[in-house]
């Protein structure tokens, strides 16, 4: 049951954010009680199979800022950033995330890139 709520999670986009946010969390509270069972294993398997998708959607899209709802690699995005933040990010893993060039901060990357297209403008 448990590896299936990750594989069957999608986020609905109809969700107002605090329904949104209740579902995250209950997202979170079964992650944290997978990686403190003996599914170790699995959890590395799911893990891998995620960060694959990762690249596939960098691939395609030229980034790694993943839409929270786009679909279960969104929401798997956003628990990566936010175990960095909480710093619970096992180094491996974030070490992996950092060498495809991972998005740590979304908005302020875009920001940056907004910012910087806005310099090459005014120079022309």
Known sequence: WANRQE????????LCDAAL???NERFDNLE?????S???IMEDKAWNE???KLIAYKNEYGNCIVPVRFNILGAWV???????KEN???????QKLHEVGFTWDPREEIWD???EALEEYKKK
């Open 78 to 84: 956003g628990q990566q950033r936010k175990a960095y």
């Open 88 to 94: 619970s990010l096992a180094k491996g893993k974030y």
């Open 21 to 23: 946010d209740e579902a």
């Open 38 to 40: 003996a599914s170790n």
């Open 7 to 14: 594989e069957t999670r999608e986020p609905d986009d109809n």
């Open 32 to 36: 944290n009680l997978k990686k403190n």
């Open 113 to 115: 890139k907004r910012f």
């Open 50 to 52: 995620h960060f694959e």
